[in-house]
């Protein structure tokens, strides 16, 4: 079925750098996703994308989480800069228009550490 | 404001045997949409099932089905048959069909686990 591909698998670095997380949706879906896992749990919703813009973010997307899709490349989560409480397993998600009924197609996650 | 909740932390059954996942839900739309999920040990997230607000009748999928109660806002996710293969984390997801945002909002997950 369509995959999302989410690089690196994992991210070690130290408090206070910059990380960028990657995100190549599933060719022809417009509408992308961020969730957020800590220890297996629940998936927290972080931010969704649509047209180059952000529609809607959540609590937990501080003021150091951006997004991006520069010219339909990757689409990005950045840190910066980071915090230990960042350290958890972020998922990618596209859906092909976004409307509600729609299923979403979840990348493996990246597993980032923060030192 | 949306809300989803899995009370089960942890389940275990037999294989072979048929098990219910409980989930419910909160929302002020009238039109909604549920959605199971299972994330498999490797971390690979999967949709399952969707029932639709709408529609009266369980939505069915292989050997998955759903106990859809509108009344009560509970969607629970039924397994019958199960095989070693089923023990993953389920989540249940929902998102409102009249938001103009498509948040998807999941619950805690319950982890499934399916002996010989």
């Known amino acids: 079925g369509p995959k999302v591909l989410q690089i690196p698998s994992h991210q070690i670095i130290d408090m206070g750098q910059m990380v960028t997380l990657n995100c190549d949706p599933v060719s022809n879906h417009l509408y992308f996703y961020w969730y957020k896992q800590i220890l297996g749990q629940q998936m927290e919703f972080l931010v969704n994308f649509y047209n180059g813009k952000v529609m809607e973010k959540s609590k937990l997307f501080k003021d150091q989480f951006s997004v991006e899709r520069p010219d339909g490349s990757y689409f990005t989560l950045k840190i910066q800069p980071t915090a230990l409480e960042d350290s958890a397993v972020y998922f990618c998600?596209?859906?092909?228009?976004?409307?509600?009924?729609?299923?979403?197609?979840f990348g493996s996650g990246t597993r980032l550490t923060v030192l | 404001a949306q809300k989803v909740t899995q009370t089960q932390t942890s389940i275990s059954v037999m294989e072979k045997t048929t098990v219910t996942m409980d989930c419910v839900y909160e929302?002020?739309?009238?039109?909604?949409?549920l959605f199971w999920y299972k994330q498999t040990a490797s971390g690979e997230i999967v949709f399952l099932i969707r029932q639709d607000s709408y529609k009266k009748e369980n939505a069915t999928e292989g050997h998955y089905s759903l106990n859809f109660q509108k009344p009560k806002s509970s969607i629970g996710l039924i397994i019958t048959a199960t095989q070693i293969e089923d023990s993953a984390v389920y989540f249940c997801?929902?998102?409102?069909?009249?938001?103009?945002?498509?948040?998807?909002?999941f619950g805690t997950g319950t982890r499934l686990q399916v002996l010989p």
């Open positions: 929302t002020r739309d009238s039109s909604y949409f």
């Open positions: 997801a929902m998102r409102e069909a009249i938001s103009n945002t498509n948040k998807v909002v």
């Open positions: 998600a596209s859906s092909p228009t976004g409307a509600s009924a729609e299923t979403l197609y």
